[in-house]
């Protein structure tokens, strides 16, 4: 059974620092990996999508790398800013269904 | 276009009643999935649809618990005999077809609170 794990549960950081998010499961059979951002009391928004062929994913300011064999996903985001702050998840897909992460609550302070 | 909704966004219900939660995915998305998030939790999965059938409801925690996509397109997540423990936000997703290596879309959630 898939297991994803989060570090940290929770990080706060003043404005303009460039940050890591990381991520680990325990099957590294994935056909993907998604990272989310979830506002409180909103739905799952989706910010990178990687594939299993691939080594990272760049959006803007967000980086996403995946090392399939050692089972870890890292979230970079670079000069982060006060709207940066909400939950991040991070999910892998082994098929049928997603396996979530608890998620990593950042506060970005101005 | 239109995303993943999902209604009601609020349902508060007393313990034992029954309660339907509803989603209609992106038009032409063949896929849907349904995950329930408890407070301070990530998503877990429950069940998952290709066209109207259940390809896997592993994730289903018990009999009381039971979905349906009669013609392909909007799902129903029906919960009988409701209990405390139910309270939580029930998210849906969907993606254009059965390829493991698509992207899920999700709705903004049903929170359902079971007094």
């Known amino acids: 059974k898939q297991e994803v794990t989060q570090i940290p549960a929770a990080l706060s950081v003043p404005e303009g620092e460039n940050l890591v998010l990381n991520c680990s499961f325990t099957?590294?059979?994935?056909?993907?990996l998604q990272w989310f951002r979830q506002d409180p009391g909103k739905g799952l928004t989706s910010l990178l999508l990687?594939?299993?062929?691939?080594r990272e994913q760049t959006s803007g300011r967000l980086n996403a790398s995946l090392d399939k064999s050692s089972g870890r996903s890292t979230l970079y985001i670079a000069a982060s800013q006060p709207g940066d702050s909400a939950t991040y998840l991070c999910?892998?897909?082994?098929?049928?269904?997603?396996?979530f992460g608890g998620g990593t609550r950042l506060m970005v302070k101005p | 276009g239109a995303g993943v909704s999902q209604t009601p966004s609020n349902k508060v219900t007393e313990k034992g009643k029954y309660v339907e939660l509803r989603c209609d995915p992106i038009?032409?998305?063949?896929?849907l999935y349904w995950y329930r998030q408890s407070l301070g939790q990530g998503p877990e999965f429950l069940i998952y649809?290709?066209?109207?059938?259940?390809?896997?409801d592993s994730g289903l925690p018990n009999d009381r618990f039971f979905a349906v996509r009669p013609e392909g397109s909007v799902s129903t997540l029906k919960i009988q005999r409701t209990e405390r423990g139910d309270s939580a936000v029930y998210l849906c997703?969907?993606?254009?077809?059965?390829?493991?290596?698509?992207?899920?879309?999700f709705g903004p959630g049903t929170r359902l609170t079971v007094l």
């Open positions: 999910a892998a897909n082994s098929g049928n269904m997603l396996t």
């Open positions: 997703a969907s993606t254009p077809t059965r390829a493991s290596y698509n992207e899920q879309f």
């Open positions: 649809f290709q066209g109207t059938g259940a390809a896997d």
């Open positions: 038009s032409g998305h063949t896929a």
């Open positions: 990687i594939q299993s062929s691939q």
């Open positions: 099957d590294s059979a994935i056909y993907n």
